[in-house]
Structure formats: C-alpha cells, structure tokens
C-alpha cells in the first residue's frame, strides 16, 4: 500500500518568514495530495490541494509543489503569522479502493512573534 | 448544514466495556471514513465505507467494527475496549461530484481507556 513520510514533525520559524514542509509517497498510481491544518484540539481542515497533472498551486500566501518524478511534494506558506501556528498534515490518495487518503505523520508549525 | 458530526465528544471507558461511536453527515456523501489520531502517528485508517451497504477495512481494523447504517450515518464499534485503543477519533466523508476529492472532517471524539 501506500506509504507517506513528513518532514520536519516540528518547525518553527519567525513571523513573516516562510516555512516549507516536505512529504514522499511511495505509490506511483497516487494522483491527489492534499494538504491538512489541525489546530490545537479542532479538526483537520483542507487548506489546499494538487493532483498529479498540475505541477504547482496557489492560493495567496500558501502554495504547493508536486515532483512526481521524485514522488515528493511541498507546502510553502510564506509571510507567516502567529495564526499559521497549527499541525500540518499531508495525504497522498490512490485511484480506487475507497478512495482512501494515506496521511504523514504531521509537523508542529510554530510561528513565534 | 451541520456537515459531519459526531457522538460523544469525549468517553472513559474501563478495559473490556464496549462502546459506539456515532456519526453522520448531512452533505450526501457516499464515501465515509474512521481514523484514529495518535500522538507522532497521523491519522491511520480504522475502517471506510464506499457506499450505503458497504464496508472495508483500512489500515488499523483490529478491535473494531462498523455499520454503515444508512446514507447519513456510519458507526464504529469497540466491542471491548483495551488500553491501546485510547486515541481521538475522527469521522470524516468525501466530496465524491465529478473531480471533487475533499474529505471533510468531524470535531472528534476523544476517548480514554483505562
């Protein structure tokens, strides 16, 4: 099955600085990797997405980067604030079976002021 | 809309007690999702459900089972709860119209086993 590593499980970074987080797959066939917020205690929230035939997206401060050659993809966030303080997970999804997401095991996103 | 929701938010439950956790959502969705979160761990697939009267196990499935009990709803069930089965668990269903991927996400239930 599908096997997903995250780095780094903690970053912290100064506010206004970018901070990158970084995830392989091991599955060629996976073709959807969304990216997850979870504040402290609340639910995990989409904050963006990229399929295998899209190589980068954006959406204002935060992108993500696909390699699937390599079988890696990042998120960027740039200009950060305090509220970008959160866990950050990755997901890789493989057509079929469900449909199921395979998740990183998550990096502690610190943004000290 | 409510979207996804779960029962109870929290449960203590002594080793051997069996319990349900409830969910349902109110989107449509045809695919719904259990996963345990774990500390250092991720979110690790228990069980899925592709569709109203099916069920498949995920990555984690021991110790637990569930019933898709109609469109809305879809249960997990400890029938006897052991310590290592202390973690939140999150319900979750996916947006499944034309490309959409989305899985969507319960507040959790936090659960004690001791």
């Known amino acids: 099955g599908e096997n997903v590593e995250q780095h780094p499980s903690t970053l912290s970074v100064q506010e206004g600085d970018s901070a990158v987080i970084k995830c392989t797959y091991s599955?060629?066939?996976?073709?959807?990797f969304p990216w997850y917020k979870q504040e402290l205690g609340k639910r995990p929230q989409l904050i963006i997405d990229?399929?295998?035939?899209?190589g980068e997206k954006k959406d204002q401060r935060i992108a993500v980067t696909l390699n699937k050659t390599a079988k890696h993809f990042s998120l960027h966030i740039t200009e950060t604030q305090p509220e970008d303080s959160a866990v950050y997970f990755c997901a890789a999804k493989v057509t079929g079976g469900g449909n199921k997401l395979t998740f990183g095991t998550g990096t502690q996103l610190k943004v000290e002021l | 809309n409510a979207g996804v929701t779960q029962t109870p938010k929290f449960q203590v439950l002594k080793t051997g007690q069996s319990m349900t956790l409830q969910c349902a959502q109110d989107?449509?969705?045809?695919?719904m999702y259990w996963y345990r979160q774990d500390p250092g761990m991720g979110l690790r697939l228990i069980y899925y459900?592709?569709?109203?009267?099916?069920?498949d196990k995920g990555e984690v499935p021991n110790g637990y089972n569930v019933s898709r009990l109609n469109k809305r709803e879809f249960s997990l069930r400890l029938e006897s709860a052991a310590p290592s089965q202390t973690s939140v668990y999150f319900c979750?269903?996916?947006?499944?119209?034309?490309?959409?991927?989305?899985?969507?996400f319960g507040p959790g239930t936090r659960l004690t086993v001791l």
């Open positions: 459900s592709a569709s109203e009267g099916t069920t």
């Open positions: 990229i399929r295998s035939n899209v």
């Open positions: 599955d060629s066939a996976s073709n959807y």
């Open positions: 979750a269903s996916r947006e499944d119209r034309g490309l959409a991927d989305t899985q969507y």
């Open positions: 989107m449509n969705h045809n695919s």
